[in-house]
């Protein structure tokens, strides 16, 4: 590969990063815009938050989290 050729493949590649990484900033943007419609409806964003999190996970992965929380929870008497 020419030094040329690997410049302009290299400029190529991160001329897409950049524009990803924009794409990236602009979802951001608009997923902050969600939340602020939630909570000016009267949800609170940050539970909001804390569920999109849990429908991310696996459901044994969820479950095993749940149960050592409240395992903790009991432990410090919090349950």
């Known amino acids: 590969m020419s030094e040329n050729v690997a ?3 290299l400029r190529l590649l991160i001329e897409r990063i950049e524009r990803l990484e924009e794409e990236k900033k602009g979802i951001a943007d608009d997923i902050r815009d969600v939340y602020s419609e939630a909570k000016a409806r009267g949800y609170d964003a940050k539970i909001m938050r804390q569920i999109v999190r849990l429908r991310k996970m696996e459901a044994h992965d969820r479950q095993e989290m ?3 929380l ?3 929870k009991a432990a410090l008497g919090l349950a």
Do not use: G, M
């Open 66 to 68: 749940e149960a050592i």
């Open 7 to 9: 410049a302009d493949e």
């Open 70 to 72: 409240d395992t903790y």
